[in-house]
């Protein structure tokens, strides 16, 4: 992976001096927080309910163990002693003290890590497949992009103050597993007819409250202009992007008023200028930094099927976990394992302390200590041996971290929810895991096939719930009470599309119930191997609204056992100012 | 006092703003050395240009295309930023200065704080007019706030991979 030379080390560690300082003058009263704000943003650095939340960025969710360490210790030493991993491939911590802040950043920065643009309205951490360089599929490598946009995005003085955030997303592969659909910029990494490496550049796609899937601004952009090119984006949406209304200043808005065809017109004629200029990509420079992205030393290993098949015939876990939680590698005798950390009954994407020194342990061991992680909130090996699989499992097993759901219902995508932010219209995380629950028997879950369920707590949809096949929101009323939207028929990937609402919303405890009749009406409608979404799509959303509202839902007391609000994670008292 | 080339000097340039009961065609432009509105060039120019010095100032939602055949004309081209998280004005700048060939003194002014003023002078702001409730002093310290750059812009023409030879990959160096 990508490492620090004196350049990016002398960058960073001057920003945490210089951020030491903005926390010293707001702490002073020397800053107001209305100037603070964007600073700290900028910093990573959140206002939420229970104090100030820290979101570390992990460039195109790539890390080593030392810094999977890092975070161990951060939990340990300055959070209460677990951390939440985001479906923008980073880490947050939830209960920090602002005084403290710099000292983590400085933590931080010892194992060449940061908090830079992992908020504000500024280019955010690129994001990136979590399959990358070891997938089959993979066409280019889209690494060495992803680090080569992350230094030219990071501390850009011109797109600095946007009109609101900006997302970008980068695949390689044939399978998109980055979600680039529904990015500001999606950048897909492909080869033309020549054989010559290139980008096809979309544009003003994103989810929130105006979901949108991106268009093609150019189908084929050659791999020397990808900074320049992006860089004429940024300035026309800098310059024309609205900023009288925050719901309507992302890029979608103004790529929507405009049309495709004049927003890309507007940005070639800016680019013309740029064209072939000093910000054009060099071959020594995208060498350079491809070179940090090599093979690891794998050994010349066949594939290793007889032991492994024999083990699967007697171990039923086992054998799960290897059809599930187990993906092909493109190098024989190697095997890419993701790590679900959607174990029933635990909070969707956290990991506490004692699991990440375990996970870092683990990627040494097994997978020359590098980890990612994925878009969905789980952790990723990408270069575990096959003969090391059974091993492996054992290990992981007793760390709760072998449940074989990956792409199943229970593999949920949550956002924190209104248990830690602010944002939020209703909790996510006790929501995610009473679906868990009740949907927890593996017999069922794999008659089900693969299904995606994602739950955010308010439009603004960190938990994308657009492109779930099934989708959660939480939405405001009057009374003040927690009520849920549902919507079915999202996507990600190739076949991207998004989620319709199916009608009237529902209460916190008629969720689960709500699931099972959308699954009930699935199961009985399905022909053959058809997956959930392919029956939405070909029977339409009728047949499922229908059956969901044609029986009330039985009363919420017989329901939750009489436990009334159950107790959100880690006995975080209950609280939220809305309620 | 404003901060020019990086050093704290006495300013002898006045802002003219309208207020609201007057118009760019009918105010009275004072003498001396004074930064108009670019809306008020636009409506007396045949006058202005005959003054010994003039400068003019764009608000965030004008264009440096604005002032496109006429940047020969100015001692000085502002930009005011209304708040200082408005980020057209860091556009407008790069565009004064590579589009228009702008080499004058391109001084900000409005909301100007200490820990935007690194990204400013990037752009190519060369003069700053801070906020007048800060310390110039304090202020003047925000382009001290980094000593090295990944991007080329106006003030570094180059990216830093076409000014160093920065290392790859110890474990692949075969030189």
């Not at chain 1, 997302?167 to 399978?175: P, R």
């Not at chain 2, 009275?28 to 100032?57: D, F, M, S, T």
Request: with cysteine; net charge negative; hydrophobic share 40%.
């Amino acid at each position: 992976m990508y490492r620090y030379d004196e350049y990016d080390q002398t960058i960073v560690d001057e920003r945490v001096k210089q951020f030491r300082d903005q926390v010293r003058r707001r702490l002073a009263g020397e800053l107001k927080e209305e100037e603070f704000l964007p600073l700290r943003l900028q910093n990573g650095l959140y206002m939420q309910i229970h104090g100030y939340m820290l979101r570390i960025a992990v460039p195109y969710g790539l890390i080593s163990s030392p810094q999977m360490r890092m975070f161990a210790h951060i939990a340990r030493k300055y959070d209460r002693g677990y951390g939440h991993f985001t479906t923008r491939q980073n880490i947050q911590f939830n209960w920090l003290k602002l005084e403290e802040t710099p000292d983590i950043l400085a933590d931080l920065a010892s194992v060449q890590m940061h908090g830079i643009q992992t908020s504000g309205n500024c280019i955010r951490n690129i994001t990136s497949d979590e399959f990358a360089g070891v997938a089959q599929d993979e066409v280019v490598d889209p690494r060495p992009y992803a680090e080569i946009m992350r230094q030219w995005s990071t501390f850009h003085p011109e797109f600095a103050y946007l009109p609101r955030k900006f997302k970008i997303a980068i695949s390689g592969a044939t399978d998109d597993r980055a979600a680039i659909y529904a990015h500001d910029i999606g950048l897909s990494a492909i080869k033309n007819a020549q054989g010559e490496t290139g980008f096809k550049v979309l544009v003003g796609g994103g989810l929130g409250r105006t979901p949108i899937i991106g268009s093609v601004i150019c189908e084929f952009l050659p791999w020397q202009h990808l900074l320049t090119y992006i860089e004429s984006i940024m300035r026309v949406y800098n310059q024309y992007g609205r900023r009288d209304n925050k719901y309507k200043a992302r890029i979608k808005i103004l790529v929507k008023d405009l049309g495709i065809d004049e927003f890309r017109r507007q940005v070639e004629a800016d680019w013309a200028d740029l064209e072939n200029g000093p910000g054009t990509l060099t071959s020594e420079e995208v060498d350079r930094v491809t070179s940090f992205f090599i093979d690891p030393p794998y050994e010349a290993l066949s594939d290793y099927n007889a032991k492994l098949n024999e083990f699967q015939a007697d171990n039923r876990p086992f054998s799960h976990w290897m059809a599930k939680n187990v993906k092909p590698h493109r190098i024989p005798g190697y095997a890419i394992v993701v790590l679900s950390l959607k174990k029933p009954g635990e909070a969707p994407g956290d990991a506490t302390a004692e699991q990440m020194d375990f996970i870092a342990d683990l990627a040494d061991r097994y997978s020359f200590g590098e980890l990612r992680i994925t878009h969905k909130q789980n952790l990723v090996l990408a270069d575990v041996r096959q003969q090391d699989l059974i091993s492996l499992w054992q290990e992981a097993g007793e760390q709760g971290l072998t449940t074989p759901n990956i792409g199943m219902l229970t593999d949920i995508i949550s956002c924190p929810g209104a248990e830690f932010c602010t944002l939020a219209n209703a909790r996510s995380i006790p929501l995610a895991k009473l679906i868990a629950e009740r949907f927890e028997n593996l017999d069922y879950q794999y008659d089900i096939g693969e299904i995606t369920l994602n739950i955010s707590g308010c439009v603004n949809a960190c938990g994308q719930h657009h492109i779930g096949n099934i989708g959660i929101t939480g939405v405001e009323k009057k009374d003040h009470d927690e009520w849920y939207q549902v919507s079915i028929g999202g996507a990600e990937g190739n076949d991207s599309s998004l989620s319709k609402i199916i009608g009237p919303s529902f209460t916190f405890f008629q969720v689960p119930e709500v699931i099972e009749r959308l699954i009930h009406i699935y199961l009985r409608e399905r022909i053959e191997a058809e997956r959930f979404i392919d029956t939405v799509r070909r029977i339409g959303h009728a047949p499922f609204k229908e059956h969901v509202y044609a029986n009330d839902f039985v009363a919420q007391e017989e329901h939750n056992n009489g436990c009334g609000v159950m107790s959100a994670q880690y006995d975080v008292p209950y609280y939220s100012p809305r309620f | 006092m404003i901060i020019k080339n990086n050093t704290i000097v006495t300013d002898d340039w006045s802002v003219l703003r309208l207020s609201e009961q007057e118009t760019a065609e009918t105010v009275a432009v004072p003498a001396g050395k004074i930064i108009v509105p670019l809306k008020v060039w636009q409506a007396q120019r045949g006058n202005l240009q005959r003054c010994e010095a003039i400068g003019v100032w764009l608000g965030t939602d004008e264009r440096a295309e604005d002032l496109k055949g006429d940047i020969e004309k100015f001692s000085v081209i502002a930009v005011h930023f209304p708040k200082f998280s408005d980020g057209r004005g860091f556009s407008i700048a790069y565009n004064l200065r590579a589009r228009l060939g702008y080499r004058g003194e391109l001084r900000a002014i409005g909301d100007v704080l200490r820990d935007q003023l690194f990204y400013l002078r990037r752009v190519g702001f060369d003069a700053f007019a801070p906020r007048p409730d800060r310390n110039i002093e304090d202020v003047l310290k925000g382009l001290a706030d980094f000593s090295e750059v990944y991007q080329h812009s106006i003030d570094q023409k180059l990216p830093l991979f076409r000014r160093t030879q920065r290392k790859g990959n110890p474990a692949t160096d075969t030189a």
